[in-house]
Structures are given as C-alpha cells and as structure tokens.
C-alpha cells in the first residue's frame, strides 16, 4: 500500500464528474482571488487585514470577509495536504466510500426525490466535520457561499427555476411542519413534503444560520421537521458533540429526514457513519464508534499520521537547531 504523498495536493478539477457539486467546488477553489496575497494569511498578516477591511465602506465588508475567509481555507488545505471535495487529508479521503454509496440510494440508483442547494457559511467550508458535503458527494448538490460574488444571483435564478416547488429548511415560527420518513404525513398539522421538489439547505451553526436565511427571499416558503420527532431523534454525530439545542441536527441528516425513500436514507445515514468514525481516526479516538471503517483504511490512515508528525518533529528539530 502507497502513502500519498504528504507535499501540498495540486488542484485540478475531476473529469468525468459532471454534477454541480464538485462543479461548484471546482469554481470556488479555481478563483483567482483564492490565491491573491490579500485573501492569504502568509500574504497578509491580521493585522494588515483589520486596517484593510476598516478602510472599506461597510457595504463591501461582508463580501471582502468571505473572500479572505475562503482564500484562507484554500490555504489550509494544500498546507496541510488535504483532499479538495472531503476535506480530511489525503489519507483518510472518504470521497471514494461515499461516492460507492451513490449507487445504492443516489446518482447511481433511483435519484432522490428532492434536488438540495447548499448555502454553505465560509466558516464551514474546508472543515473535515462538516456534513454538508455528504449530499455534494451522494447526490451532486450544488454549493453556494453567501457573501461571495453571484451567490444572490444563483439564489434568484433557482427561485425563478424552481418557483412554488423551492423550499428552504430553517426553523422559524412561519416554518411548515414536515413528517420525517416513517411518520404519517398530515399528522398534526404537517404538511406533505412531496409538494416541494428543491430545498435550499443553510449550512452553518445555529448563531449564523439566522444570517444566512435572511438573504434568501422572505418568498420562499420555510420548511421544519416538526419538534415532537426532533425530541425523540438521536443524531449520529452523538459520540462526537452534544446537541447544542433539542431542534438542532447536522446539515445531511435533516435533508435524510426529508427524503422519501428508505435507500436514500440509508445511503445519507451510512456516509454519516463513515464521516464520524473517520473524524474519531483522525482525532485518535478509540474504539470507533460505527465500525464502517475496514482494517486496511486504519492501518494505512495510521501509517500516513505517523508519517506526517515524522515530518513536523523534523521541522521542528530543524528551528531547534537554528
């Protein structure tokens, strides 16, 4: 078994993938922008950036964070070697696993019965234990960052294309109940998700969240899985982090509870498992939770960290030394 080679990952799209997730990826990583000095830490140190976005008129300031924002993480990841569309290092990349899960329950087999937009925040983009890039990976959905130049004209556009069957899922008092899978549609006041065919998913932490839905149009109907099931759930991400709030659920199991289809839902539940026992190998935290990982995955994920401290204890014997 080969150890990817630890130097920093070169770019390039994936051919053959065709699907607007890793087309909006591609995009957001080959921007120019992404590599001018101004957006990069080694570039532009902090405090050359506060004196920068102070001089700038308020209006522009959100919009110059989430270039910096994003032209930092695309820093990250080729400092740190890590994969371009999962975000863990190279040797633990779960893009292959997940993709192999398409077939049962996504592009490969029956399509889902709803399309989803993720409206990604900035602060979310390029971190291994996020979990929005699991529909990217299954399902091809499209990630938009707000802030960034476009994004509000992507939304139109999808509100146009879409119209009375677009959705958004953001629990707010205006929110239609939605039955999960499993629990009889119309009961107490739910409504049939099947009337909607588009959810635009906000990708962020409950503080952020309420940001990003207010620059979607106040048009577009709100969704929510009703409180009474959101109290009964236990989320996957449990051995990892507590709930933050009784309603509150990582971004690819509330868009699992929306679908219909009981492979979908595995297939969103199993990337889940994947993703969780692949941050515990990470983390070095044993045993791992799920079991989904095969041996020879944690032996190699095991050699290629050991492989990486190597190289850090080498540099760092190297300053001692001057």
């Known amino acids: 078994m080969t150890i990817p080679s630890l130097n920093s990952p070169q770019w390039a799209p994936r051919k053959g993938k065709q699907d607007l ?24 140190s902090n405090s050359a950036w506060l004196d920068y976005i102070h001089s700038l008129p308020t209006n522009l300031r959100s919009e110059a964070s989430a270039l910096r924002r994003m032209g930092q993480c695309v820093e990250l990841i080729e400092e740190k070697g890590r994969c371009y569309y999962c975000w863990f290092h190279q040797s633990i990349c779960v893009c292959a696993m997940i993709r192999a899960l398409a077939g049962v329950g996504g592009t490969g087999g029956s399509p889902p019965s709803l399309q989803f937009t993720i409206l990604m925040h900035p602060r979310e983009f390029s971190r291994a234990s996020n979990t929005g890039k699991i529909l990217g990976l299954l399902f091809g959905a499209e990630v938009l960052v707000p802030w960034l130049p476009n994004t509000e004209k992507r939304l139109r556009e999808l509100q146009n294309l879409w119209g009375a069957e677009l959705c958004v899922m953001y ?21 049939p998700i099947r009337r909607f065919s588009h959810v635009i998913l906000i990708d962020a932490t409950w503080n952020e969240a309420s940001k990003l839905n207010r620059m979607i149009s106040p048009d577009i109907p709100r969704v929510a899985i009703s409180p009474e099931f959101m109290s009964r759930y236990t989320s996957l991400f449990a051995p990892l982090r507590d709930r933050s709030r009784e309603s509150g659920v990582s971004t690819a199991e509330a868009a699992a509870l929306l679908l219909r289809q009981p492979a979908c839902v595995e297939a969103v539940m199993q990337s889940m498992r994947i993703m969780v026992d692949a941050l515990c190998l990470e983390k070095c935290v044993r045993p791992l939770p799920y079991g989904v990982l095969s ?14 401290q190597d190289i850090a204890r080498g540099r760092l014997d190297k300053k001692s030394a001057n």
């Open 21 to 44: 997730f890793f087309s909006s990826l591609d995009l957001l990583v080959a921007d120019p922008q992404r590599r001018d000095p101004l957006y990069t830490t080694v570039g532009c």
């Open 171 to 191: 629990p707010q008092a205006v929110a239609f109940e939605v039955s999960p899978l499993g629990a009889e549609e119309g009961e107490k006041g739910c409504c």
């Open 295 to 308: 041996e020879d995955y944690i032996r190699f994920a095991h050699v290629a960290k050991l492989e990486r």
